[in-house]
């Protein structure tokens, strides 16, 4: 008794891919054949090579954000209705800073005062938001320790303040001067509070890229900080820097408990909540028309598989009269869509994959063909983000192209299957 061969047995892909390669002269549809691939390649190659663009731009500007600030703030509620009133200050910020330092995820933990008073220089007046921190903790913001442009001495941070560049040009001060600062919120008298004065000298100007930051920045000491703004054993919050600060909402919990029932926090996403949500949004966008891309390539392999059905109709009359069944004869022609669907997207990876590793090399090339330093490029608008292949986007192109692929092979494949070998072997 005669058996029926497993589906996909070794001569249905004998088949296909003598109809793969076949000559136009011969019936096939080679050159149709080269376009679908060289097609789906180039799509899967734009989907994957933008892909890891766009999480290089986000893990940029995620840097950019942090670079300068905290993953992280730790603030105390005022208790007013408590038998002892208790204000927003921290004044137990060593031990608190101990217990968040053991914490497993938190990689630096900086207690700050926080306040915002009028810079003064020359009668060039400018608002200014006031950190008071210490140098060891300054040192672990690399865009302020280690920023793009930098005047004077870090290491002379005990002696004076240390402010932005684009706050410096403003008010017309450089390194060396003394800039005056002005807070409402001084020593307490019999009159309300009086008005506090002093001058500081500038000894570390600083350009870390964020304008918000270089606009209105000042750093100065903690202790120095405690005692200008009447902080003395206190500060105002205490800030932590993450290991992986895209898991700060998961350390959130942790965070509360071992900081106390007073405690509440902010995070770098409540800070940057809209920027991220634009940058969803964006995300979506891009990889919807790269999908529409992709999809129009795929269309190629129907337009080839039609006309490889219409020239083999007499080999598929031959083929069902010798015993081959409807399912063997779609199995057949799907192999033939779907191998060059597969091929196309392996072909696109890899290149999506060499363009992203190689994407400084791309830049020069750009540099040098423009004949601008990349420097007076960004200065016109131009961007020029890092790229970063993950295995997600990776599997969501794969994915993407070989569904589509496969999905719309399977509708010519089905018509060739239903041929009737009468009428294809007519005319014969």
Same mark, same amino acid.
């Given at each position: 008794?005669?058996?029926?061969?497993?589906?996909?047995?070794?001569?249905?892909?004998?088949?296909?891919?003598?109809?793969?390669?076949?000559?136009?002269?011969?019936?096939?549809?080679?050159?149709?054949?080269?376009?679908?691939?060289?097609?789906?390649?180039?799509?899967?190659?734009?989907?994957?090579?933008?892909?890891?663009?766009?999480?290089?731009?986000?893990?940029?500007?995620?840097?950019?954000?942090?670079?300068?600030?905290?993953?992280?703030?730790?603030?105390?509620?005022?208790?007013?209705?408590?038998?002892?009133?208790?204000?927003?200050?921290?004044?137990?910020?060593?031990?608190?800073?101990?217990?968040?330092?053991?914490?497993?995820?938190?990689?630096?933990?900086?207690?700050?005062?926080?306040?915002?008073?009028?810079?003064?220089?020359?009668?060039?007046?400018?608002?200014?938001?006031?950190?008071?921190?210490?140098?060891?903790?300054?040192?672990?913001?690399?865009?302020?320790?280690?920023?793009?442009?930098?005047?004077?001495?870090?290491?002379?941070?005990?002696?004076?303040?240390?402010?932005?560049?684009?706050?410096?040009?403003?008010?017309?001060?450089?390194?060396?001067?003394?800039?005056?600062?002005?807070?409402?919120?001084?020593?307490?008298?019999?009159?309300?509070?009086?008005?506090?004065?002093?001058?500081?000298?500038?000894?570390?100007?600083?350009?870390?890229?964020?304008?918000?930051?270089?606009?209105?920045?000042?750093?100065?000491?903690?202790?120095?900080?405690?005692?200008?703004?009447?902080?003395?054993?206190?500060?105002?919050?205490?800030?932590?820097?993450?290991?992986?600060?895209?898991?700060?909402?998961?350390?959130?919990?942790?965070?509360?408990?071992?900081?106390?029932?007073?405690?509440?926090?902010?995070?770098?996403?409540?800070?940057?909540?809209?920027?991220?949500?634009?940058?969803?949004?964006?995300?979506? +966008?891009?990889?919807?028309?790269?999908? %529409? /891309?992709?999809? !129009?390539? #795929? =269309? @190629? $392999?129907? &337009?080839?598989?039609?006309?490889?059905?219409?020239?083999?109709?007499?080999?598929?009359?031959?083929?069902?009269?010798?015993?081959?069944?409807?399912?063997?004869?779609?199995?057949?022609?799907?192999?033939?869509?779907?191998?060059?669907?597969? +091929?196309?997207?392996?072909?696109?990876? %890899? /290149?999506?994959? !060499?363009? #992203? =590793? @190689? $994407?400084? &090399?791309?830049?020069?090339?750009?540099?040098?063909?423009?004949?601008?330093?990349?420097?007076?490029?960004?200065?016109?608008?131009?961007?020029?983000?890092?790229?970063?292949?993950?295995?997600?986007?990776?599997?969501?192109?794969?994915?993407?192209?070989?569904?589509?692929?496969?999905? %719309?092979?399977?509708?010519?494949?089905?018509?060739?299957?239903?041929?009737?070998?009468?009428?294809?072997?007519?005319?014969?």
């Amino acid at each position: 008794m005669a058996t029926t061969p497993a589906p996909f047995a070794p001569f249905e892909w004998k088949i296909a891919w003598r109809y793969l390669r076949a000559r136009r002269a011969e019936g096939g549809v080679s050159v149709m054949t080269w376009i679908s691939l060289i097609g789906i390649t180039l799509a899967v190659f734009a989907l994957v090579s933008t892909l890891a663009v766009r999480e290089g731009l986000r893990s940029d500007i995620v840097q950019t954000m942090l670079g300068a600030n905290a993953h992280m703030d730790v603030h105390y509620r005022r208790d007013l209705q408590a038998e002892i009133p208790k204000d927003h200050l921290i004044r137990d910020y060593d031990d608190l800073s101990a217990r968040l330092a053991d914490m497993a995820g938190v990689e630096d933990v900086a207690p700050l005062v926080r306040a915002q008073v009028m810079g003064s220089y020359q009668g060039r007046n400018m608002p200014v938001d006031v950190y008071g921190i210490t140098l060891d903790d300054l040192r672990d913001y690399p865009m302020i320790a280690e920023a793009e442009d930098s005047w004077g001495d870090l290491a002379r941070f005990g002696e004076g303040v240390a402010i932005g560049g684009a706050l410096a040009r403003q008010l017309g001060i450089g390194v060396g001067d003394r800039l005056k600062l002005v807070s409402p919120d001084g020593a307490r008298t019999p009159m309300g509070r009086s008005v506090r004065v002093s001058a500081y000298e500038v000894v570390y100007v600083f350009t870390s890229g964020q304008g918000f930051v270089d606009q209105s920045r000042l750093y100065m000491p903690l202790s120095e900080a405690q005692s200008f703004f009447n902080r003395e054993g206190a500060v105002d919050q205490v800030d932590l820097r993450l290991s992986d600060p895209l898991r700060a909402e998961a350390l959130i919990l942790p965070v509360l408990e071992t900081a106390g029932d007073r405690a509440y926090l902010y995070t770098w996403r409540d800070r940057a909540g809209g920027m991220i949500r634009a940058l969803k949004m964006q995300d979506n +966008a891009i990889f919807i028309v790269l999908a %529409i /891309l992709v999809l !129009i390539a #795929a =269309l @190629n $392999i129907v &337009s080839g598989l039609i006309m490889l059905v219409k020239n083999k109709g007499r080999d598929i009359g031959i083929l069902r009269t010798i015993g081959l069944t409807q399912g063997a004869v779609l199995r057949v022609f799907f192999i033939c869509g779907a191998s060059v669907g597969t +091929a196309g997207t392996v072909f696109g990876v %890899i /290149l999506g994959v !060499i363009f #992203a =590793l @190689n $994407i400084d &090399s791309v830049y020069a090339f750009v540099d040098w063909a423009s004949g601008s330093g990349v420097r007076d490029l960004e200065a016109n608008g131009f961007i020029f983000p890092s790229a970063i292949i993950t295995a997600s986007d990776v599997l969501s192109s794969v994915a993407l192209s070989m569904g589509l692929s496969w999905l %719309i092979t399977y509708f010519p494949a089905r018509r060739a299957a239903r041929l009737n070998p009468v009428e294809a072997l007519r005319y014969e």
